[in-house]
C-alpha cells in the first residue's frame, strides 16, 4: 500500500458540549452540516482517498464482473390478489429497480403495471410503498429519490394505466389504505419544511417531527385532504392508518418510537365513510375510539367478523400470541393461540374463511401451521425446509395462499398452496435459479456460541464443503443486533461470491438486541444492556478463531446502521480481534443521534444523552467518542493496531445521517493516524461516501455490485486474499 495521505480535517476544539456535568469535546462538529463547502471539500478529499487504495485492490474487476453475471437472473415476488386480477414484482437480473406486473389469471399474459426503471436514467427513482383499491381500479403508489426516505404518493387507473393527476408530498414513514368506496386513501405526511431553502430531499439532517394522518380524495388537490389525527402534544410520535378486510373499520396505530409497542384506536367507518366529505369543512378530526390508550404491546391487525377483532400480540407475551375482543365491548380479552413456550410467533394470515396461515421463528428457523382462526386448533403443519419465510401472500376469503421460502443456499422458491383438498400441499409455484450457482460445493451450520455471560448465542456458518478447521480461512462475520430485527437465512450473491472465489467463510451471529427470541432477547440487548450486543459479536469472534475456522488477521466484521454501531464499537473495544471492518451506514454519535431526522425514534433501544442516567451508558460505547490508540493502552499492546476500516455512507440519507460515518472517519484519521509521528496504525481507515445513494432501501442494482466490489476487494487486498477461479 502507499503511504495514506489522510487528509487534514480542522478540529474546532472550542465545541464542548457539557452533559450532566461532564465535559465532552466535538472538535467535528462543523461535518454536521452537509450543505457547507468545507463539509463538500472533505467529502471530495475522503473520495480521491478511498479511490487511490481501491486501484490497489487487484480482486475489484473480477469481484464486479462476477457478482454481476451470477445476479443476472429472473426474480419475481409472491403474487397478491385484487378483485380478479393477480399482481406480483419481478426483475429479469439486471434491471435498476423491479418491474411491477398485472396479470387476469396466473395463467394468462402477465404485462407490466409500473415501470420505475422508466422514471429516471440512472435508476435511482425507486417504488416504496403501493396499495390497490379494493375494485382493483386504482393503484396508489410512493416513489423515493435517490435513497431518501421522503416519497411522493402517485395514482395510476390500472385499465388504461395512465397516470392520474393526485401527487401528495411530504410523506415520509407511511402507508396506503383505501376506503372500500374506492373514493380515496389514508396515509401520514409531516409538515412541509421551511420554504426558502433549494431543498434537495434527503440530504438535510432536520428533525421530523408532527406527522399526521390524513384521507385524500381521489382527484383532488393534497390541499383538499381532510386532517384525520395528529397530536401537537407529542410531536415525536407517528401515526398509520389501516382500513379493516372487510372495509368497515379504520385501525389507527401509534408509534413513540421503535419498541414493539402501540397505541390502537378505531374508528367504525360504516358510519363516517358517507359524510368523509363533510370533514373537509370541519375542522375536528375523525371521531376515534380509544381501544389501547397506552405504549404497552403490539396489536397487529389479522382478521375481524363485525366488531370481533383477532390480533398478533405480545401483551403478556414476548414470544407473541394470538387474541380476540370485541372492540364494542372491550373487557375480555381472549387468547386463540396461547404464547409458545420456545418459540416466537411471527406473524399470522387469515386464509380460507376459517382458518389462519401462522409462521414460527424456531431457533432461527421458519416454521409454517395452518389453524383453526376461532380456536386456535393445529390443523396441519406445511413442510418447509431450513430457512426463512420472507413473504407469505393471501386473502381471508380466498383457498390459496402463496408463500415465499429463501435460505443461504436456496436462491428463491415461490410456493402455491391450495387449502380446498384436504391435506394442503405446498406446489412449487415458481422457483428462482442461479445459473451456475451449484448449492453442492457449499455446506451450512448453525452453532451456538457461549457469550461473555454464559448466554448461548446462534451463529450461522456457511462454507465451502468440507474446509479444514486449520485456521487458514478468511471469514466474514455479520451482525446486526437491535430494533427486534431477526436476521435469518438468506440467499446472497455477493457473499456465495466471496466464499466461492476467496474462500471466505460466510457467519451470521443471531445477537442480542434482535427479535430471535422473543421480545426478551431484544430488551437484552438494549438500553443499559447494550454491551451485550458487543460481547455476543465479541465472543462470535473469538469462537470462529478458536473453533479453526480462522485468526484475526483474516478476519472481517461487517454490520449496517445499528449494526455500523455494532462493527465501531467492537473495534474500540478488541482492536486486536479483527484484521478489517466494514461498517454501512452506522450509528456513531451516541450522544446527537437523536436530534436528526427521525433519529429521536431510536431512544427505545439507546436511550438518550438528555437524561443523566442514560448518558452514562451512551458514553461508555459511543463509537465516535472510543476512539483510542491500542498501542497506549497497556504493554501488551505495543504492536496493536485498529483493522483496516471502510465507514460507508451516502448523500441521501436520511435515515442515519451521513454526518455520523464522517465525524467517526475524522476521529479515527486523526487520533490514530494523523497525529502521531511514524504511528503505527498502517491498516487503512477510509471512508465511502456514495452520491444520488441513501439508507438502503431502493439501491439500484448497479450501485449494489459497485459497493459490493469496492468494499470487499478492500476485504480481500485487507486480509492478503486473493482470487480463486
Ligand atoms: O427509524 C426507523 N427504524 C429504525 C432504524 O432505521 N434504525 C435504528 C438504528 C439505525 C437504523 C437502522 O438500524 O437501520 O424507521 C423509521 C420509523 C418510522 C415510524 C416510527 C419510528 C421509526
Not at 454536521?32 to 467529502?43: R, S
Not at 399482481?87 to 409500473?114: I, K, P, R, T
Not at 444520488?692 to 486480509?719: C, N, V, W
Request: hydrophobic residues 35%.
Amino acid at each position: 500500500l502507499p503511504v495514506l495521505q489522510y487528509p487534514i480535517a480542522r478540529r474546532d476544539e472550542s465545541v464542548v458540549d457539557v452533559y450532566h456535568g461532564v465535559p465532552v469535546a466535538d472538535p467535528y462538529r462543523w461535518l454536521e452540516d452537509p450543505d457547507a463547502k468545507e463539509v463538500k471539500e472533505f467529502v471530495e478529499k475522503q473520495v480521491t482517498l478511498m479511490e487511490s487504495i481501491l486501484k490497489t485492490c487487484e480482486t475489484r474487476e473480477d469481484l464486479g464482473r462476477t457478482i454481476k453475471s451470477l445476479f443476472d437472473h429472473p426474480r419475481f415476488s409472491t403474487p397478491y390478489k385484487k378483485e380478479n386480477k393477480y399482481f406480483y414484482s419481478h426483475n429479469s437480473g439486471l434491471q435498476a429497480q423491479d418491474v411491477l406486473y398485472v396479470q387476469d389469471g396466473l395463467e394468462e399474459e402477465a404485462e407490466v403495471l409500473l415501470d420505475p426503471n422508466g422514471l429516471s436514467e440512472d435508476g435511482t427513482v425507486a417504488l416504496s410503498a403501493m396499495s390497490i383499491s379494493e375494485d382493483a381500479k386504482y393503484l396508489a403508489y410512493s416513489l423515493s429519490a435517490s435513497g431518501s426516505d421522503w416519497v411522493t404518493i402517485k395514482v395510476m387507473r390500472i385499465d388504461d394505466k395512465a397516470t392520474e393527476p393526485d401527487c401528495l408530498s411530504w410523506v415520509k414513514f407511511s402507508s396506503i389504505s383505501w376506503t372500500h368506496d374506492g373514493k380515496g386513501f389514508f396515509y401520514s405526511r409531516y409538515p412541509a419544511p421551511k420554504e426558502g431553502k433549494d431543498l434537495d430531499a434527503g440530504t438535510e439532517t432536520n428533525i421530523n417531527l408532527n406527522q399526521e394522518v390524513r384521507y385524500h380524495f381521489l382527484g383532488t388537490d393534497q390541499s383538499d385532504d381532510i386532517l384525520c389525527w395528529r397530536d401537537p402534544d407529542n410531536p415525536k410520535w407517528t401515526f398509520s392508518a389501516q382500513v379493516s378486510e372487510d372495509g368497515k373499520y379504520l385501525l389507527l396505530y401509534t408509534h413513540e418510537g421503535c419498541d414493539p409497542v402501540e397505541k390502537l384506536y378505531y374508528c367504525d367507518l360504516s358510519a363516517i365513510q358517507h359524510e368523509l366529505e363533510g370533514y373537509r369543512e370541519r375542522n375536528d378530526m375523525l371521531p376515534f375510539i380509544k381501544l389501547v390508550d397506552d405504549f404497552e404491546a403490539l396489536y397487529t391487525y389479522v382478521a375481524n367478523d363485525e366488531s370481533e377483532f383477532t390480533f398478533l400480540t405480545n401483551k403478556n407475551a414476548p414470544k407473541q400470541k394470538l387474541i380476540r375482543v370485541n372492540i364494542k365491548e372491550p373487557g375480555e380479552w381472549v387468547d386463540v393461540i396461547p404464547e409458545s413456550e420456545r418459540d416466537v410467533l411471527e406473524s399470522a394470515n387469515a386464509v380460507n374463511g376459517s382458518q389462519v396461515l401462522v409462521s414460527y421463528l424456531s431457533d432461527v428457523k421458519c416454521v409454517l401451521q395452518l389453524r383453526d382462526l376461532k380456536t386456535g386448533l393445529l390443523l396441519h403443519h406445511l413442510p418447509i425446509d431450513i430457512g426463512s419465510v420472507d413473504g407469505i401472500s393471501c386473502r381471508r376469503k380466498d383457498k390459496e395462499v402463496f408463500i415465499s421460502f429463501t435460505s443461504f443456499l436456496t436462491p428463491g422458491i415461490i410456493y402455491k398452496c391450495n387449502l380446498d383438498s384436504e391435506v394442503p400441499e405446498m406446489k412449487i409455484f415458481r422457483e428462482i435459479v442461479v445459473p451456475g450457482f451449484d448449492r453442492a460445493a457449499f455446506e451450512v451450520k448453525q452453532v451456538f456460541v457461549s457469550s461473555k455471560d454464559g448466554t448461548k448465542i446462534p451463529m450461522f456458518i456457511v462454507s465451502k464443503k468440507g474446509i479444514q478447521l486449520d485456521g487458514s480461512h478468511p471469514s466474514l462475520l455479520y451482525g446486526y443486533g437491535g430494533f427486534n430485527i431477526n436476521i435469518t437465512p438468506s440467499f446472497s450473491v455477493r457473499r456465495l461470491v466471496l466464499t466461492r472465489h476467496l474462500g471466505v467463510v460466510f457467519c451470521i451471529a443471531n445477537i442480542r438486541g434482535g427479535g430471535e427470541y422473543g421480545e426478551e432477547w431484544h430488551k437484552a440487548g438494549s438500553l443499559s444492556r447494550k454491551q451485550n450486543c458487543f460481547d455476543d459479536f465479541i465472543a462470535s469472534a473469538e469462537y470462529l478463531v478458536s473453533a479453526g475456522y480462522t485468526q484475526p488477521n483474516k478476519l472481517c466484521i461487517e454490520g449496517g446502521s445499528n449494526g455500523g454501531l455494532l462493527v465501531a464499537a467492537c473495534i474500540n473495544q478488541r482492536p486486536d480481534l479483527f484484521g478489517c471492518a466494514l461498517a454501512h451506514v452506522g450509528v456513531m454519535d451516541m450522544l446527537r443521534f437523536h436530534k436528526f431526522t427521525i433519529g429521536h425514534a431510536w431512544t427505545s433501544d439507546y436511550g438518550c444523552s438528555d437524561k443523566e442516567e442514560e448518558f452514562n451508558w451512551l458514553i461508555k460505547y459511543s463509537p465516535l467518542h472510543n476512539v483510542k490508540r491500542p498501542w497506549e493502552q497497556t504493554d501488551n499492546q505495543k504492536s496493536i493496531q485498529y483493522p483496516s476500516t471502510m465507514l460507508l455512507t451516502a448523500d441521501h440519507d436520511d435515515r442515519v445521517v451521513p454526518l455520523h460515518s464522517l465525524k467517526l472517519l475524522a476521529t479515527m484519521q486523526y487520533v490514530l493516524c494523523t497525529s502521531v509521528v511514524n504511528s503505527p496504525q498502517t491498516n487503512p481507515i477510509v471512508g465511502r461516501i456514495d452520491s444520488k445513494a441513501g439508507h438502503g432501501a431502493g439501491r439500484p442494482t448497479q450501485k449494489l455490485i459497485d459497493e459490493a466490489a469496492d468494499m470487499y476487494s478492500f476485504m480481500a487486498k485487507m486480509l492478503g486474499i486473493s482470487w480463486i477461479n
